[in-house]
């Protein structure tokens, strides 16, 4: 028995390979469509863990000042009221602002000058030793020609500053990170001529966050203070959220391409009819002719998906995913000339190979059905 | 004495297209190791009494018998239960697999019996030999035949599934001397083997060979 499946399953192949100009035809909506959502599930995996990665590594509380409804500066002073709270063991004050460079917004966040200092995630060049070095992320320092060891002019509210470029954050950096400039926390509040600080970094010892951060915003009502884990669920909320977008997008293209693939298929088969009868002539039953067109749309459908999964990855990987990926990330260039963050984990291979299955053995279930039917008569005429 | 049933057993048999009768009524007995020659003018219902008997056609009236079993209703599925392995028929159109290399159709008929790709090919290409199609022929798609090749691969893809019969129809038609004559020494061979062999021709070494003889004539024609 399994001599004769081994040799319908050869047979299948054998079809397979000899309608491959049929079925490439058949496929090439499916095969479309299928790679885009598998090429929009990678990128959104990838936000999802660069997120995640980047919150990580990040402090365990975020405070930030709410105003009359808008972000508002935080008096430095705040900082030693939060290390006096109970489970609070760092505190940190940081400063975020965007200024025009040529054109182009570049985000400017200053830092402690410790953390600074020990910045290792380097594509080239070293960590700042003084004050006016700063760390440049690997968009913005291709965007503008910066290197280690050149200098730029920032034109920030009160003043200009002119720093020096110490090292290029690493290419695989979060992409938030890929058009920022990370300076010295002073620095950056002499370029923006306000000693106030934007936000307040606090670590805390563990299983203390929560707490810590009740504990901030009943010590001033217009402190908000954002957990580590309250950030995990925005950016997992918000990969969803993509996810869910794009299949919701895809869906009907999909379908679209399940009829067209079933109508071909349909056309296409209905040429196979004497192949069939000349198989039922030579002592194929029913089932047999069933399972070789079975396990035809099967490899098919193998094919399709490894096609697709490959096809999404030189999309994104060797051209930046364009279109898809600008309507995936906010206030990206229609064609990136960055990294694109992608992970092409074995989820999306899998559901693509499962995707391409049930829509190539649901787009063929007529044409198979009436295939089984051919008479020999159409091999004997 | 054989007490084994006739192949082939037709008993009053008729077949009709628009309401007019093609074939029959008829009765034909075919015994194993016999030759069966269907005789008469074209369109005198040759082929047809052949689809009967194959089961490639249902009857109108009358009983179709395969080894003493009635398959008059049988459905399609059942018949190609029954021919797989014992039956191989060739038709005028041959409808060779002309996706497949040639080997691969003309062993078609293996592949339901479990037999081994390697097995498949040589058994084919030994019997394309016989019938003077080469071996270097063998992995050619049939388009690339002539008339008289592909009709001598279609004999060859009945003759390796053919236990207890062949059913053949016009199987020189397309040949010249040489290769006719490689044709009948090829089915006669496997009559020898005890096969039983019905064939529609014109040509008269099969004739010659038929143990039995059956002269339609054509319909309008009939009493």
């Excluded at chain 1, 003043?159 to 926390?185: E, H, P, Q």
């Excluded at chain 1, 364009?322 to 064609?335: K, V």
């Excluded at chain 2, 797989?84 to 996706?99: C, T």
């Amino acid at each position: 028995m399994s001599g004769k499946l081994t040799a319908l399953a050869s047979l299948a192949l054998d079809n397979v390979v000899a309608h491959a100009l049929g079925y490439a035809a058949s496929c090439a909506g499916l095969l479309l469509t299928l790679a885009l959502w598998i090429a929009g599930t990678a990128v959104a995996e990838g936000l999802r863990a660069e997120g995640l990665r980047a919150a990580d590594a990040g402090a365990d509380i975020v405070v930030s000042l709410r105003a009359l409804g808008r972000h508002a500066p935080i008096d430095a002073s705040i900082a030693e009221q939060l290390r006096a709270i109970n489970g609070v063991e760092r505190v940190e004050g940081r400063v975020s602002g965007v200024v025009d460079v040529n054109g182009t917004p570049l985000l400017i966040i200053g830092v402690e000058p410790q953390r600074l200092a020990s910045a290792s995630e380097l594509e080239r060049g070293a960590a700042p030793k003084v004050s006016g070095e700063c760390l440049v992320g690997a968009e913005i320092a291709h965007e503008l020609g910066l290197y280690p060891g050149a200098h730029l002019a920032l034109e920030g509210g009160a003043m200009t500053r002119v720093v020096s470029i110490s090292g290029v954050l690493r290419a695989d950096d979060a992409l938030a990170g890929s058009k920022t400039l990370i300076m010295d926390l002073a620095e950056s509040q002499t370029l923006f001529g306000d000693t106030r600080l934007t936000q307040m970094c606090l670590w805390t010892r563990a299983g203390y966050a929560d707490a810590v951060a009740r504990a901030v915003e009943r010590m001033d009502g217009r402190l908000v203070a954002t957990t580590r884990e309250t950030t995990r669920a925005a950016i997992e909320h918000a990969a969803n959220r993509r996810s869910g977008g794009l299949s919701a997008l895809l869906a009907p293209l999909l379908a679209l391409a399940t009829v067209s693939f079933a109508t071909l298929s349909w056309f296409a088969h209905a040429r196979r009819a004497s192949e069939i009868a000349a198989y039922k002539l030579f002592g194929f039953s029913g089932g047999d002719t069933l399972f070789v067109t079975v396990i035809e749309n099967a490899l098919v459908a193998l094919a399709l998906g490894t096609t697709a999964f490959l096809g999404a990855w030189i999309f994104v990987r060797g051209f930046d995913a364009p279109l898809l990926a600008a309507w995936l990330i906010p206030d990206l260039d229609l064609f990136p000339t960055q990294r694109i963050p992608a992970a092409f984990t074995p989820l999306p291979l899998g559901l693509g190979l499962a995707l391409a299955l049930c829509t190539t053995l649901a787009g063929s279930i007529l044409a198979t059905w009436r295939l089984s039917l051919a008479s020999t008569t159409k091999a004997f005429a | 004495m054989n007490d084994a049933p006739p192949v082939f057993e037709l008993v009053q048999v008729e077949r009709r297209r628009a309401r007019a009768p093609v074939v029959g009524p008829v009765s034909v007995s075919i015994e194993a190791s016999s030759v069966c020659a269907l005789l008469g003018p074209s369109g005198s219902g040759k082929s047809t009494l052949l689809a009967l008997l194959g089961g490639v056609e249902a009857p109108d009236a009358g009983r179709v018998l395969w080894s003493g079993r009635d398959v008059t209703h049988a459905s399609q599925s059942a018949l190609s239960l029954l021919r797989r392995g014992r039956i191989g028929i060739v038709g005028q159109s041959f409808s060779l697999h002309e996706h497949l290399p040639l080997w691969q159709g003309v062993s078609i008929g293996l592949i339901v019996l479990g037999v081994a790709r390697k097995e498949r090919r040589a058994r084919a290409i030994a019997l394309l030999e016989t019938l003077a199609i080469p071996a270097r022929l063998a992995d050619r798609r049939p388009a690339e035949l002539s008339g008289g090749e592909r009709q001598r691969a279609a004999i060859a893809r009945a003759l390796l599934c053919a236990e207890i019969a062949v059913i053949a129809d016009e199987p020189t038609s397309n040949q010249d001397s040489a290769s006719a004559e490689l044709v009948v020494n090829a089915l006669l061979a496997r009559v020898a083997q005890g096969a039983a062999l019905v064939v529609a021709t014109h040509d008269p070494r099969l004739e010659r060979a038929a143990s039995q003889r059956v002269a339609l004539n054509l319909p309008a024609l009939q009493p």
